[in-house]
């Protein structure tokens, strides 16, 4: 093209050599200049601070039939836009636990079962972890935690006014993750994955029809948490949700056989189950559904700790 328009301009205006010769080169200057300009800029955006930071601990990963909601960066640790916030409410929910509640600077569209991360600032370090998300607004949003660390203590121990940081959205929320044909859901939660099973049961009760039940193991009584949302969702919705607590210094575990047995007199071919804390419950009742012959989109899952741990042959 560029030849045909040298021939053209030369045909038209009956240019001489050494005119069209300088013509020519006045197109290829132009040409370079503006790669040239072009490169400078795309070097200088290269050099650029990243808009994302590297959340340096992997995050809990699920399970279940829809793709997670990760967003992982080349294969290496996820990464998410730092969102400042402020706490707002501080409550010991239990035993060395507290639900904590943040106000966010930005709009927010979360959902119980959501995993964000968490900064908390202590002697001039932001400490973070990843947290599952209890319940959600458009300004605030609840975690669970377990006291139990460094971290969480420092979290435990921040009064309302501080300011922190959050980012990040992954993992599928338990609602979403629900079958499409269940009637009923039994959710299996251990420790402070009792949280995002609350809020969770928020939402059904509010925007679905499912019909709910409830295992949440815990060593020992006072352990158990978030009584006062337990006993408003059980007066609000009777007919609907049931929740029933596992305590393993007395009761023994809860795959024990009171507790499966308790659950095979309501579960049917249209149940889900939710599955959600300690890596051992989980691995062993997903292995256990599984060769029940429980059809994979009907299991989805969240590991806290002890992703590793085999399942137990003989409990399973």
């Known amino acids: 093209r560029f030849n045909e328009l040298v021939r053209h301009i030369a045909d ?12 020519s080169a006045r197109i290829v200057f132009r040409t370079m200049f503006h790669l040239i300009a072009a490169c400078t800029v795309l070097r200088a955006n290269a050099l650029q601070s990243p808009l994302h930071v ?10 279940g039939r829809r793709p997670s909601s990760a967003l992982l960066a080349g294969g290496g640790p996820p990464q998410y836009d730092k969102i400042d916030a402020t706490l707002v ?25 959501h995993v964000l991360a968490l900064e908390v600032e202590k002697d001039d370090e932001w400490l973070r972890g990843p947290y599952t998300v209890t319940r959600a607004t458009e300004k605030t949003f609840d975690v669970v935690i377990r006291v139990c660390g ?49 809020g969770f049961a928020e939402e059904a009760m509010a925007h679905s029809d499912l019909k709910l039940t409830v295992l949440a ?35 023994g575990r809860i795959s024990s056989d009171t507790a499966l047995a308790s659950i095979a007199d309501i579960a049917d071919t249209d149940t889900h189950f939710h599955l959600i ?8 009742w997903k292995e256990g559904l599984a060769k029940a012959g429980v059809p994979e989109e009907f299991v989805t899952t969240e590991t806290y700790f002890n992703h590793k741990a085999e399942a137990d042959a003989e409990v399973v």
Not at 54 to 63: N, V
Not at 161 to 188: M, N, Q, Y
Request: aromatic letters at 8%.
């Open 277 to 284: 804390g300690n890596g051992a419950m989980v691995n062993e």
């Open 150 to 198: 460094n971290k969480s203590e420092v979290m435990a121990a921040s009064p309302v006014g501080s300011r922190w940081r959050f980012g990040g959205k992954f993992h599928v929320p338990i609602l979403e993750g629900i079958a499409d044909h269940a009637t009923r859901v039994v959710c299996l939660a251990t420790g402070t994955g009792f949280g995002p099973v609350l």
């Open 12 to 23: 038209q205006e009956r240019l001489t050599a050494n005119s069209l010769l300088v013509w």
């Open 54 to 63: 590297s959340f340096t601990s992997a995050l809990r990963a699920g399970g």
């Open 89 to 113: 409410a501080n409550e010991v929910v239990g035993r060395a636990t507290n639900l904590l509640r943040l106000e966010s600077d930005a709009p927010l569209d979360y959902k119980a079962g």
């Open 217 to 251: 193991g815990f060593r020992e009584a006072e352990d158990v948490c978030c009584k006062d949302a337990v006993q408003r969702l059980c007066v609000l919705h009777p007919e609907r949700f049931e929740c029933a607590y596992v305590i393993s210094s007395t009761d």
